[in-house]
């Protein structure tokens, strides 16, 4: 079993930055992808960003240019550094892996961009 647990989240005020953090423990081997998803209120979760095994990365297209995803693949921590944060970056942001063709989510850390 893997287990995922996030932190870094809170309030900031638009145009801020916050760092999330998210630290995999448990049976892990050889990780596919790991990364972050959001979900709004009233809205469906939807991806942000991923980095890939062989050291690549996705994000989707409202947040390029925004936000970074790292990894440290020594302590398999993974990491979204969000800037030019909007009001519409508010959601619950959760951690996501993907393993041997299972998938693992966190509890998730709200973050709140206030205009």
């Known amino acids: 079993q893997v287990q995922l647990v996030e932190s870094g989240g809170g309030l900031v005020q638009a145009g801020g930055s916050l760092r999330l953090s998210c630290a995999a423990s448990g049976f892990i081997f050889s990780i596919d992808l790991m990364g972050w998803y959001r979900q709004a209120p009233g809205k469906q979760r939807e991806f942000v960003a991923v980095t890939e095994r062989g050291g690549g990365s996705k994000y989707a297209d409202s947040v390029k240019g925004r936000f970074t995803v790292s990894r440290d693949n020594a302590n398999n921590i993974v990491y979204l550094q969000m800037n030019m944060l909007k009001p519409g970056d508010t959601a619950v942001y959760y951690c996501?892996?993907?393993?041997?063709?299972?998938?693992?989510w966190g509890q998730g850390t709200q973050v709140t961009v206030s205009s």
């Open positions: 996501n892996l993907i393993q041997n063709l299972k998938e693992y």
